[in-house]
């Protein structure tokens, strides 16, 4: 049998019978609290808010040049990059791949899902080895449910992520555009 890259976690307790699942973790794969907040979408939280979302985040290591997720995919996580750098890519016809943005540590990708339910927009791939973080979809909406201040933070900083990128976004099409008027 083939080795497996994915850490798995202890079996699950339920903290209480309206909480979200926590994952009992060994040592070296929780994700530190001051290392979240380094993070933009993490950077306004509490103390308190940042520990919580630290307990529902679990360690992932990937290899290089392994698939994270593929466009048309349907997502339920979201990524955190602790060490490394992924490759966001979108496959052009008659061209290739594509790359959109080079990751690195600190940041984060596959927001989007947790926000619609739409298909995965773009392929993610391991650049070099990573250590990320993932959280689940349905264990942030929980922990959202039960502490609207963290909500509040958190969806406000999903907003303005996402307005960011589509402004960087309509630059790259203005940029294509003047380009291509050129042939």
Not at 169 to 177: L, P, S
């Amino acid at each position: 049998m083939a080795p497996c890259n994915v850490r798995r976690s202890l079996p699950r307790k339920r903290a209480t019978a309206r909480t979200f699942w926590y994952s009992e973790k060994r040592p070296g794969e929780t994700l530190d609290p001051a290392q979240l907040k380094k993070i933009p979408l993490f950077a306004n939280l509490t103390a308190d808010h940042l520990d919580k979302v630290a307990n529902i985040a679990t360690q992932k290591q990937v290899r290089a040049n392994e698939k994270i997720f593929q466009e048309g995919e349907v997502g339920t996580e979201m990524y955190l990059i602790g060490a490394g750098k992924v490759r966001i890519s979108k496959m052009v016809p008659g061209v290739g791949e594509e790359a959109l943005a080079i990751l690195e540590s600190g940041s984060y990708f596959g927001e989007m899902a947790l926000i619609d339910d739409t298909p995965r927009s773009a392929d993610a791939t391991a650049n070099i080895p990573c250590t990320l973080y993932v959280i689940q979809k349905a264990d942030l909406e929980e922990l959202m449910f039960l502490h609207k201040d963290l909500a509040y933070e958190l969806l406000w900083t999903f907003v303005r992520t996402l307005s960011a990128r589509l402004r960087e976004t309509n630059d790259k099409i203005k940029a294509f555009f003047a380009l291509s008027a050129r042939f």
